[in-house]
């Protein structure tokens, strides 16, 4: 690899040729020729939903609805690489542990389903009536014993019907053990929203950035992980309209873009500005920038009323609509700017000038990804931004609202349809009625709970519907040695990962078709259907031919594992489901009937079919039936106590080359590095104070206060990383998700959603000699 490093600052716009040239490097790689029609089909209202982020699909799709990585995602899974029971024959599980994730990704689609054998340290190929039949068996047993031992995690690209079987599976099972990737990422939403305004989703809709004349935006990489968005916000930014960044890093894709779908634009090389200011923060100092937001806010309406203009403030909202108030400016005034200087890493002036833009707009939206929700205070952080919104109305009004870029493309409607550790989020009754029986009404875990159950033993068996759990969790130093003493492991997969090679004692690999994959069943050719961000519900219909004849569709999968585990039950019709979805989609309508109404007949709809949200109708779902106002527990999102002069906050990122824990590539073009992933980005300042140079090899350490070696007796370090100068507060340094996980302590998690918080891990540096 080192032979191909390059790391220079990148000054081009996101998207442009860049991006096209990128696009075709993949389709070379890939070797996907097939795939490239399929482009066509992206995000169409007849066609399938990306498979890549989950950003809202316009009724009136532009010629290409795809972006570089969504294009990328496609090859991706579209490849014509195999992985095939000769793979598993020439390479024992021990050796393929040893490779990086990238080859694993790359050696392409999982073909049949497989079983581990322990005394061959292989996968061998099994038949799907035997795999369901062994594992229902062990399952069996295992609810016999305690129901609650078995985790059903989710990552969030199934379909919302794959997602509703999957939830009534492992209720009818008997427990809650519901985690799901959105544990690990916008779960600070789904709490800090539903408690501030009685939702736990965003309140706007793709129109709404038509309508909006001032934009907020806080920890979003928008450039690489949800560059579809860049439409509206070029369009937004081509009207005048402010936005403001929140960012320790000037990320391209925040800055300046050249929309690919305009051949003047490509032609003449031209680029349009994003951000109109941009802030960059401190990790974990937002709490602290919005509080000075606030407090120069009501500074412009102490001066407004003195003078007797209008109010700043949305008074008769405020009093209308909202509650605690009072307690929470009172908590701002007390704040010092000093404080709020030191703890934001931004000066007075700058944020006093960005509060007199939000002062003067009449309708303004805050956007917000993970630099918000993965803090330790990041429940506080999504609240501090809704806080900044209610003061001036800008919920329920056209424009105007709380907007949470989610990750998966499914993930927010996976929840939706019941996929929730939490009882009191699901219409259990309901379900009981619907099934006849009576399902379990005491909490489940999450999935920082599951990894701490994994890790002392409660858990005997983990069911993954997608995901590369192991590697995406903290400390996975730890989990790796724990995972594989598990009795049993099944995974449903379409690529290989490294979770995949830590079989426990009875592992089992359950290969399924990809979303942009034709899905015949005795039905018919069947259609799927997923839910934006924005809350509107799109229908979703592959027609590429399958990676393999032995696929199984998720749907399929979850229905044969049911079948085999659980008695009979004449209320519950898996083969029916499997024979034809809409079906389920029948029984989710039944399920939630206000949500759902006449799924099947709206989901083909451009642009989707929008679920109801009470708090666009300013009705708001709280015990007080008003929008809540709430006061931080302290201007410093990340964790206290951590100190040290040499111990630095640890951002880890996503590439543009990679989606999650798959890793496509190594060319994160935007910030300039090529050919490696271990690095780590330093602030100048810092590693002329701590005595590293740029280019030198270091070993990253946790420095947490609980620091000190994980529960299996492993060092939280990260050795072999390469130093790179970049442009970031002085304070912080940054590297890439997942080779940083091991510094990542489990119990690093924010309060009350348990989202890991990775974007602030207390962490020194050591040198270990000059490249
Ligand atoms: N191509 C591609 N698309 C993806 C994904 C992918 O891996 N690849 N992943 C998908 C998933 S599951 C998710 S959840 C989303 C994630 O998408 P994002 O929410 O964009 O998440 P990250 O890439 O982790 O980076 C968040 C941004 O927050 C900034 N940041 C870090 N700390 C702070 C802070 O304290 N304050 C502020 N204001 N900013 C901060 C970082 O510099 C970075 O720009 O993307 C989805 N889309
Ligand atoms: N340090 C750090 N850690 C993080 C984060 C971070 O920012 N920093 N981000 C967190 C976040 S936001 C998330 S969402 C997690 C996610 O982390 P991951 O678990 O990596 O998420 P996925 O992208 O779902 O997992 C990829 C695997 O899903 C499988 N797969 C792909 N397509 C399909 C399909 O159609 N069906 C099925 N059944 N399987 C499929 C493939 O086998 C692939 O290997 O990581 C979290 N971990
Ligand atoms: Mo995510």
Same mark, same amino acid.
């Given at each position: 690899?080192?032979?191909?490093?390059k790391i220079?600052?990148?000054?081009g716009?996101?998207?442009?040729w860049?991006?096209?040239?990128s696009?075709?490097?993949?389709v070379?790689? &890939?070797?996907?020729?097939t =795939?490239?029609?399929?482009?066509?089909?992206?995000n169409?209202?007849?066609?399938?939903?990306?498979?890549s982020?989950?950003?809202?699909?316009?009724?009136?799709?532009?010629?290409a &609805?795809?972006c570089e990585?969504?294009?990328?995602?496609?090859?991706?899974?579209?490849?014509?690489?195999?992985?095939?029971?000769d793979?598993f024959?020439?390479?024992?599980?021990?050796e393929?542990?040893?490779?990086?994730?990238?080859a694993?990704?790359?050696?392409?689609?999982?073909?049949?389903?497989?079983?581990?054998?322990?005394?061959?340290?292989?996968?061998?190929?099994?038949?799907?009536?035997?795999?369901?039949? &062994?594992?229902?068996?062990?399952?069996?047993?295992l609810?016999?014993?305690?129901?609650d031992?078995?985790?059903?995690?989710?990552?969030?690209? =199934?379909s919302?019907? +794959?997602?509703?079987?999957?939830?009534?599976?492992?209720r009818?099972?008997g427990?809650n053990?519901?985690?799901?990737?959105?544990?690990?990422?916008?779960?600070?939403?789904?709490?800090?929203?539903?408690?501030a305004?009685?939702?736990?989703?965003?309140?706007?809709?793709?129109?709404d950035?038509?309508?909006?004349?001032?934009?907020f935006?806080f920890?979003?990489?928008?450039?690489?992980?949800?560059?579809?968005m860049?439409h509206?916000?070029?369009?937004?930014?081509?009207?005048?309209?402010?936005?403001i960044?929140?960012?320790?890093l000037?990320e391209?894709?925040?800055?300046?873009?050249t929309n690919?779908q305009?051949p003047?634009?490509?032609?003449?090389?031209?680029?349009?500005?994003?951000?109109?200011?941009?802030?960059?923060v401190?990790?974990g100092?937002?709490?602290?920038?919005? +509080?000075?937001?606030?407090?120069?806010l009501?500074?412009?309406?102490?001066?407004?009323?003195?003078?007797?203009?209008?109010?700043?403030?949305?008074?008769d909202?405020?009093?209308?609509h909202?509650?605690?108030?009072?307690?929470?400016?009172?908590?701002?005034?007390?704040?010092?700017?000093a404080?709020?200087?030191?703890?934001?890493?931004?000066?007075r002036?700058?944020l006093t000038?960005?509060a /007199?833009?939000?002062?003067?707009?009449?309708?303004t939206?805050?956007?917000?990804g993970m630099?918000?929700t993965?803090?330790e205070?990041?429940?506080d952080n999504?609240?501090?931004?809704?806080n900044?919104l209610?003061?001036?109305?800008?919920?329920?009004r056209?424009? =105007?609202?709380?907007?949470?870029v989610?990750g998966?493309?499914?993930?927010q409607?996976?929840?939706t349809?019941?996929?929730?550790?939490?009882?009191?989020?699901?219409?259990?009754d309901?379900?009981?009625?619907?099934?006849?029986?009576?399902?379990?009404?005491h909490?489940?875990?999450n999935?920082?709970?599951?990894?701490?159950?994994?890790?002392n033993?409660?858990?005997?068996?983990?069911?993954?519907?997608?995901g590369?759990?192991v590697?995406?969790?903290p400390?996975?130093?730890?989990?790796?040695?724990?995972?594989?003493?598990?009795?049993?492991?099944?995974?449903?997969?379409t690529?290989?990962?490294?979770?995949?090679?830590?079989?426990?004692r009875?592992?089992?690999?359950?290969?399924?078709?990809?979303?942009?994959?034709?899905?015949? /069943?005795?039905?018919?050719?069947?259609?799927?259907?997923?839910?934006?961000?924005?809350?509107?519900?799109?229908?979703?219909?592959g027609?590429?031919?399958?990676a393999?004849?032995?696929?199984?569709s998720?749907?399929?999968?979850?229905?044969?594992?049911?079948?085999?585990?659980?008695?009979?039950?004449?209320?519950?019709?898996?083969?029916?489901?499997?024979a034809?979805?809409?079906r389920?989609?029948?029984?989710?309508?039944?399920t939630?009937?206000?949500?759902f109404?006449?799924f099947?007949q709206r989901?083909?709809q451009?642009?989707?079919?929008a679920?109801?949200?009470?708090?666009?109708?300013r009705q708001?779902?709280?015990?007080?039936?008003?929008?809540?106002?709430?006061a931080p527990a302290?201007?410093?999102?990340?964790?206290?106590?951590?100190?040290?002069d040499?111990?630095?906050?640890?951002?880890?990122?996503?590439?543009?080359?990679?989606?999650?824990?798959?890793?496509?590539?190594?060319?994160?073009?935007?910030?300039?590095?090529?050919?490696?992933?271990?690095v780590l980005l330093?602030?100048?300042?810092?590693m002329?104070?701590l005595?590293? =140079?740029?280019?030198? +090899?270091?070993?990253?350490?946790?420095?947490?206060?609980?620091?000190?070696?994980?529960?299996e007796g492993?060092?939280?370090?990260?050795?072999?990383?390469r130093?790179?100068?970049y442009?970031?507060?002085?304070?912080?340094?940054?590297?890439?998700?997942? &080779?940083?996980?091991?510094?990542?302590?489990?119990?690093?998690?924010?309060?009350?959603?348990h989202v890991?918080?990775v974007k602030?891990?207390?962490?020194?540096?050591r040198?270990?000699g000059?490249?």
């Amino acid at each position: 690899m080192n032979d191909d490093i390059k790391i220079k600052p990148y000054d081009g716009p996101v998207g442009g040729w860049g991006s096209m040239t990128s696009i075709a490097h993949h389709v070379r790689d &890939e070797a996907a020729a097939t =795939a490239l029609p399929e482009l066509a089909r992206q995000n169409k209202p007849d066609g399938f939903a990306c498979t890549s982020c989950a950003w809202a699909k316009p009724a009136k799709a532009h010629l290409a &609805e795809f972006c570089e990585n969504g294009a990328k995602a496609t090859f991706a899974e579209l490849t014509r690489r195999r992985v095939g029971a000769d793979f598993f024959a020439s390479h024992t599980v021990s050796e393929l542990r040893g490779w990086p994730d990238q080859a694993l990704e790359h050696q392409g689609r999982l073909t049949e389903p497989l079983r581990y054998d322990a005394a061959l340290d292989r996968y061998v190929p099994v038949g799907w009536d035997q795999a369901f039949e &062994e594992i229902g068996r062990q399952l069996q047993a295992l609810r016999a014993d305690d129901p609650d031992a078995v985790v059903f995690y989710t990552s969030g690209r =199934a379909s919302l019907e +794959t997602a509703y079987l999957w939830q009534l599976f492992a209720r009818l099972y008997g427990t809650n053990n519901l985690p799901d990737s959105s544990n690990m990422c916008h779960e600070s939403t789904s709490v800090g929203l539903k408690a501030a305004m009685g939702q736990p989703v965003g309140t706007v809709r793709l129109e709404d950035f038509e309508k909006t004349d001032c934009l907020f935006f806080f920890g979003q990489n928008v450039g690489s992980n949800s560059p579809r968005m860049l439409h509206p916000l070029q369009e937004a930014s081509e009207r005048g309209v402010p936005i403001i960044v929140f960012n320790p890093l000037h990320e391209r894709g925040l800055e300046e873009f050249t929309n690919p779908q305009r051949p003047l634009q490509m032609a003449t090389r031209s680029t349009t500005r994003i951000a109109s200011r941009y802030h960059a923060v401190r990790p974990g100092g937002d709490i602290a920038a919005i +509080t000075g937001l606030c407090k120069a806010l009501l500074a412009l309406d102490d001066e407004a009323q003195a003078a007797g203009r209008p109010r700043v403030l949305d008074v008769d909202f405020i009093a209308q609509h909202t509650q605690g108030f009072d307690d929470f400016a009172a908590f701002v005034r007390a704040q010092d700017w000093a404080d709020i200087e030191a703890t934001s890493g931004l000066q007075r002036a700058a944020l006093t000038e960005s509060a /007199q833009i939000y002062a003067k707009a009449t309708a303004t939206i805050g956007v917000y990804g993970m630099g918000l929700t993965q803090h330790e205070l990041g429940v506080d952080n999504v609240r501090m931004l809704v806080n900044l919104l209610l003061m001036r109305g800008n919920i329920g009004r056209p424009g =105007a609202g709380a907007c949470p870029v989610r990750g998966h493309s499914n993930v927010q409607g996976q929840r939706t349809v019941g996929i929730a550790e939490k009882p009191e989020l699901v219409p259990l009754d309901v379900l009981a009625r619907q099934y006849g029986f009576e399902p379990p009404r005491h909490k489940g875990m999450n999935t920082v709970e599951a990894c701490a159950s994994v890790l002392n033993g409660r858990v005997k068996a983990f069911l993954g519907l997608g995901g590369n759990f192991v590697r995406a969790v903290p400390d996975h130093h730890a989990m790796e040695p724990a995972w594989q003493r598990l009795p049993l492991t099944v995974h449903v997969a379409t690529k290989l990962n490294r979770s995949h090679l830590l079989p426990g004692r009875s592992s089992w690999l359950l290969p399924c078709l990809g979303r942009i994959e034709r899905d015949l /069943q005795a039905g018919g050719v069947q259609t799927v259907s997923v839910e934006d961000s924005t809350a509107c519900v799109h229908a979703s219909r592959g027609q590429h031919a399958p990676a393999s004849e032995h696929l199984l569709s998720e749907t399929a999968i979850v229905a044969g594992l049911a079948q085999a585990t659980l008695p009979p039950n004449p209320q519950v019709d898996w083969a029916g489901w499997v024979a034809d979805y809409a079906r389920i989609r029948d029984a989710i309508e039944a399920t939630w009937p206000d949500q759902f109404a006449q799924f099947n007949q709206r989901m083909h709809q451009p642009g989707g079919f929008a679920r109801p949200l009470p708090a666009v109708q300013r009705q708001w779902k709280t015990p007080s039936g008003k929008a809540e106002f709430k006061a931080p527990a302290r201007l410093d999102a990340a964790f206290a106590g951590d100190g040290g002069d040499d111990v630095l906050r640890l951002v880890t990122l996503r590439s543009n080359d990679q989606f999650n824990t798959t890793v496509y590539g190594y060319d994160d073009r935007l910030r300039g590095i090529q050919g490696t992933r271990d690095v780590l980005l330093m602030n100048r300042d810092d590693m002329r104070r701590l005595g590293v =140079a740029d280019g030198s +090899t270091v070993t990253l350490a946790c420095a947490a206060a609980d620091a000190g070696p994980n529960p299996e007796g492993v060092l939280r370090e990260v050795p072999g990383l390469r130093v790179v100068a970049y442009d970031l507060p002085a304070g912080c340094c940054a590297g890439y998700y997942p &080779e940083c996980n091991p510094v990542v302590p489990l119990s690093h998690h924010a309060r009350e959603s348990h989202v890991p918080a990775v974007k602030s891990v207390p962490v020194r540096v050591r040198a270990q000699g000059q490249a």
